[in-house]
């Protein structure tokens, strides 16, 4: 069976299960699932922000390297990187209020667009609540909507 669906996973869902929050098992089981019932892709800058929320935690090198081994080892995830197309519609979505405090989200979500990804799963709120927007600027650009996931909503 082809896997149809191509997913991109923010960082938010990454370390939902380390920080054992709320939705850890949702995000553990999204996580688990990539390469399996969706094809996963991860922004460079999303790792990045994984890896550096770990160190500022204080969480031991060990436990980090042993994490990051057990989701990238088995290349369930393709690595995006930032591309100029993704820039130009990342700064068409700082034109909103919102993503104009929030850069780093406005260049994941320009990612999602520019590669025409189905989806983005994330556990962050406000992300979820620029959905129209998003789904504007998509349409735009790549003719259909990408939608944003809540890992509690996958199954």
Known sequence: MKIQ??????????LEPIFEGEYKDECLKCVNCAGRTYNGFVLNLSLGETFTRMIEEEIDLTEILKYFHIVLKERRFKILRIT???LEIS?????????SRKIQDSIIVGNLISNKIDGLF????????????????????????VNLIHPKNMF
Not at 5 to 14: G, H, Q
Not at 122 to 139: H, N, V
């Open 122 to 145: 994330t556990i962050d709120d406000e992300l979820i609540r620029c959905e129209e927007t998003i789904r504007k600027i998509s349409r735009k650009h790549i003719g259909r909507v």
């Open 5 to 14: 669906y191509n997913n991109l996973i923010d960082a938010s869902v990454f």
């Open 84 to 86: 100029s197309e993704s």
């Open 91 to 99: 700064r068409e979505l700082l034109n909103d209020t919102w993503f």
